[in-house]
């Protein structure tokens, strides 16, 4: 008789398909059209990496690792081998893979000659020694928190009792959460340690043996793998630092038999500031990409900035985000019950918030117009007017949406609630409507005499840049309002595939509630996508890349 195995075919395809779709992304962003690899794409590849491998190093779906619920509540508990292996190992092999993909996306030779020597690159020749010391110590100071769990008793949890106040008033009062045994649980998350340490010293090894990179000299080939090993050293502390504050929930929880019923976790505000100091190490930048090399302006941005033009379109910078947070202000002062009778709820606010971003935009241009624009100036268009990271983003964002929003209007024909789905989808198409305005008023603008040449290009891409930007995020927050509010729905339409022998839409999936808070996460960070590049007039020739240099 053979032998089956029972594992849900998400736990299978899911790793692949992300590490499918991070490599296409990163293989985009690297391969600039009509350029090539420049040391401004190699610089973008940089930050995207960092950027996704943060993304899928949150923890925040394993903080309630090992604790036993006093009181059913939605998603099941993290007490077993198939809830806790998922949660631990999604963030600690996400973020290493995402930093080794980042290596194995960068182009390899091209030409038909190229230089090389015989040197040994080292790790301890690309390491940012500060930054690995520190790594080292959070390593340490996780693993002796978690070492510290091994000793404590697990217990049981007591179920809350249900309590009269008055004839017809009920509450429930009681109730003490479990843990299992301490043992255990330093078991799992010492070994979730011991795979990011091994894993971490992996990728180091991998950064510093991966090929060079034609389009960067020496100097700048190695400032590349200095950047690389500062943001994955940066992750994995902050994964290393989570690690602790689990260990740290788990042994702050008090014994249901003694009368304690407050606690505190003070290995939470070490991991707080442990991502506090992550965030501000920054890496170090590699000289030759500069503004970025495809789209710089022929003259220099010093002349540039003294315009009264561009001084205006530096100004809604600050302007776009007083109104994208304008809605959360008003949320303050005004009963969030008008929100509700009107059927909006959070995909609203976003909808506002985006469609306020989208209006300035728009009227940023008609000003600019009505100022400085002048019949005489042909319209230039920038070559380039959305880096390839950017409108990657975009097109998977609208694609993440259209997925989310089948699924759920699938998942809730098929239990039979009301189809709540579709003020999001109206919403969402009614911001790809206001943003035509802030595309057109770009587009049809008149160019701005008195600036220095390409320019004025300059100034259209950054407004396209800002109403893509605009768009992306928009698109992936309302993708994951659909996540967090119809956890049921994706049960009903995948539950009866991964797990045959239970009924999941009896109640919500922890994986999908984190998948949306990693996509709220995402939005925001694209939210803030600062404009980097600057476009070329039409004629202006491409660079060329550097020559490479072996170290």
Not at 327 to 347: K, Q, T
Request: proline fraction near 9%; hydrophobic fraction near 55%.
């Amino acid at each position: 008789m053979p032998v089956q195995f029972n594992v849900p075919p998400m736990l299978l395809l899911g790793p692949l398909l992300a590490a499918v779709a991070v490599y296409v992304v990163l293989r985009w962003v690297i391969w600039a059209p009509r350029t090539g690899t420049s040391p401004a794409t190699v610089s973008e590849h940089a930050l995207w990496v960092g950027v996704i491998g943060w993304l899928a190093s949150s923890l925040q779906g394993a903080m309630t690792l090992g604790i036993i619920p006093a009181s059913p509540y939605p998603g099941p508990a993290l007490t077993s081998a198939a809830q806790i292996f998922p949660a631990l190992a999604w963030p600690v092999l996400g973020c290493l893979g995402v930093h080794a993909l980042g290596q194995i996306s960068y182009p390899g030779p091209r030409r038909l000659r190229r230089q090389a020597v015989l040197s040994v690159r080292r790790i301890r020749d690309f390491l940012p020694r500060r930054l690995a010391l520190l790594t080292a110590i959070i390593f340490a100071a996780a693993g002796a928190c978690i070492a510290w769990t091994a000793a404590l008793p697990g217990f049981a949890s007591v179920a809350p009792v249900n309590r009269q106040d008055g004839p017809y008033n009920y509450y429930q009062s009681g109730g003490r959460d479990g843990r299992i045994p301490g043992a255990e649980m330093a078991g799992w998350l010492g070994g979730a340690l011991l795979v990011l340490a091994a894993g971490t010293c992996l990728v180091l090894w991998l950064i510093s043996r991966r090929r060079q990179l034609e389009s960067l000299d020496a100097a700048d080939n190695a400032a590349l793998r200095t950047i690389a090993m500062n943001r994955l050293l940066r992750t994995v502390s902050t994964v290393a630092a989570g690690l602790g504050v689990i260990a740290g929930n788990f042994a702050s929880r008090p014994d249901p038999s003694s009368e304690t019923t407050s606690w505190t976790n003070p290995a939470g505000i070490a991991g707080t500031a442990v991502l506090l100091a992550m965030w501000w190490w920054r890496p170090p930048r590699i000289a030759a990409a500069g503004l970025g090399a495809r789209n710089r302006p022929e003259s220099g941005l010093a002349v540039g900035r003294q315009h009264p033009a561009v001084r205006l379109v530096s100004s809604l910078g600050a302007l776009l985000g007083l109104a994208a947070a304008a809605p959360l202000v008003a949320g303050v002062f005004l009963s969030p019950v008008l929100m509700a009778a009107a059927g909006l709820g959070l995909a609203g606010v976003v909808a506002l918030m985006a469609g306020l971003v989208l209006l300035v935009i728009a009227a940023g241009e008609l000003l600019l117009q009505r100022n400085y624009g002048t019949p005489e100036e042909p319209r230039s268009w920038p070559r380039q007017p959305v880096g390839p990271a950017l409108l990657t983003t975009a097109v998977l964002a609208l694609l993440v949406f259209v997925v989310v929003l089948v699924f759920t209007a699938q998942g809730q024909a098929r239990l039979g609630g009301e189809p709540d789905w579709i003020p999001p989808a109206l919403l969402t198409a009614g911001i790809g409507v206001i943003s035509l305005p802030a595309f057109l008023a770009a587009r049809l603008r008149q160019s701005v005499p008195g600036l220095p040449a390409g320019m004025d290009a300059a100034l259209r891409a950054i407004t396209i840049h800002r109403t893509v930007r605009a768009l992306a995020a928009a698109l992936t927050a309302q993708a994951a309002i659909l996540l967090l509010t119809h956890t049921q729905a994706w049960a009903a339409v995948l539950g009866p595939a991964a797990f045959p022998e239970t009924d999941p839409a009896g109640g919500s999936w922890w994986q999908v509630s984190l998948a949306g808070a990693v996509l709220g996460s995402a939005a925001t960070v694209i939210a803030v996508i600062p404009v980097r590049m600057m476009a070329r007039t039409p004629g202006a020739p491409a660079p060329q890349p550097d020559k490479e240099h072996s170290a």
